[in-house]
Structure formats: C-alpha cells, structure tokens
C-alpha cells in the first residue's frame, strides 16, 4: 500500500557530490510533508532537510550551505542534492514522506535508505 523508492547513494571522496532521489507510488492525492534524514554507525537516526506542501525548507546546521532539498509535486519525487561532501556525511539516508493516498488514506512512508560513503 505505497512505498518510496530511493536511489542515487554511492561513494564519494571529500569534496564530492552527490543527488538523492525518493520517489512515492500509488495513487496520490497529497503529499503534505517531505525530509530526509540519516543514520551513521553508532549513533541515532537525525534529521538533515525537510520541506512541507508550501514550499519552506530547513536544514540542519551541518549541512546548511551544501545540501538543497527539493521535490517534483508531479512526479512525487522529493531530491537531496549534496555538494562539499565531508567524511562526516558518511551514513545511511533515508527519505520520509507524509502521503494521503486517493484509496487508502494517510500513510506515513520511510524509503529503504541508501548508504552515502565519504572517504578518500
């Protein structure tokens, strides 16, 4: 009963960059809330960037300036373009999303993370 799909994790040097998508299925009707967060070894699951239905954003600290959160409301596909890249970034990403489907109500969605590695 819907699910994301994320994609666009990998490994990169220090410096580097990289775009994560997240993409919903099924039959949408709204999307009201859309982040991303990651979890590295050892430590909890926190949050990186969120975005809601009108457009505000926010960022973490450590990421303001190098990550940008965007979606694209046509094809419920929500993106995290990151640039500058720091060995610190290295986790799991996970995309979330607050979704009301046209048949089955509200659903609150996690992808299956992706794994971003920074290292050289």
């Known amino acids: 009963q819907g699910q994301l799909v994320e994609s666009g994790g990998g490994s990169v040097q220090p410096g580097g960059s990289l775009r994560l998508s997240c993409a919903a299925s099924g039959n949408i009707l709204s999307i009201s809330s859309m982040g991303w967060y990651r979890q590295a070894p050892g430590k909890q699951r926190e949050v990186v960037a969120t975005t809601i239905s009108g457009g505000t954003t926010d960022y973490a600290d450590s990421v303001k300036g190098r990550f940008t959160i965007s979606r694209d409301s046509a094809k419920n596909t929500l993106y995290l373009q990151m640039i500058s890249l720091k060995p610190e970034d290295t986790a799991v990403y996970y995309c979330?999303?607050?979704?009301?489907?046209?048949?089955?109500?509200?659903?609150?969605?996690w992808g299956q993370g992706t794994p971003v590695t920074v290292s050289s």
């Open positions: 979330h999303m607050e979704v009301r489907y046209v048949h089955w109500g509200y659903r609150d969605l």
